[in-house]
């Protein structure tokens, strides 16, 4: 189970990432290039953290883990609260805090992208991200649509 520590050390992993406290010295916001990508109250009980999701992966995460709900206090379409109870894998925690990261790197100028050495499809482990996304589906127990009648992916 991710603790307080481990889930902090992960956020400042990313390249470019930075800790703020917007919201008070209890709640932490972790940004890059001035961008929130995950936010926590560390000392909180139980241990949640928020972060951005594509919208049709954060309902079908929600309809499939108890532990994920429309993100509190934000825009419940693009972000996720997430209760860190035990319930859900880490490496499935990892995975949704490095989607949340990289969707809010992808948004950037090319030049940003570029400053943080950002490359999506080039992995530090091959085929990790897809990993991530097929275990991201697995865990819904419902293929991901694009479309009517449309493909999984």
């Known amino acids: 189970?991710?603790?307080?520590?481990?889930?902090?050390a992960l956020c400042l992993s990313f390249p470019g990432s930075h800790e703020t406290f917007p919201f008070g010295a209890e709640t932490s916001v972790f940004k890059v290039a001035g961008k929130m990508f995950a936010l926590s109250r560390l000392g909180g009980e139980p241990l949640c953290v928020?972060?951005?999701?594509?919208?049709?992966?954060?309902?079908?995460?929600?309809?499939?883990?108890?532990?994920?709900?429309?993100?509190?206090?934000?825009?419940?379409?693009?972000w996720n609260t997430v209760v860190l109870d035990g319930s859900?894998?880490?490496?499935?925690?990892?995975?949704?805090?490095?989607d949340s990261y990289d969707l809010v790197v992808s948004k950037l100028s090319r030049a940003r992208r570029r400053a943080l050495r950002w490359h999506p499809e080039q992995d530090a482990a091959p085929g990790r991200k897809q990993a991530g996304a097929d275990h991201a589906a697995e865990a819904c127990r419902a293929p991901i649509r694009n479309g009517p009648g449309g493909s999984t992916g």
């Open 1 to 8: 189970m991710i603790d307080a520590l481990a889930l902090r």
């Open 88 to 98: 859900l894998p880490n490496d499935m925690i990892a995975d949704m805090l490095e």
């Open 50 to 78: 928020s972060l951005k999701c594509e919208p049709l992966l954060a309902e079908q995460l929600r309809a499939a883990h108890p532990a994920i709900t429309g993100g509190y206090h934000l825009n419940k379409r693009h």
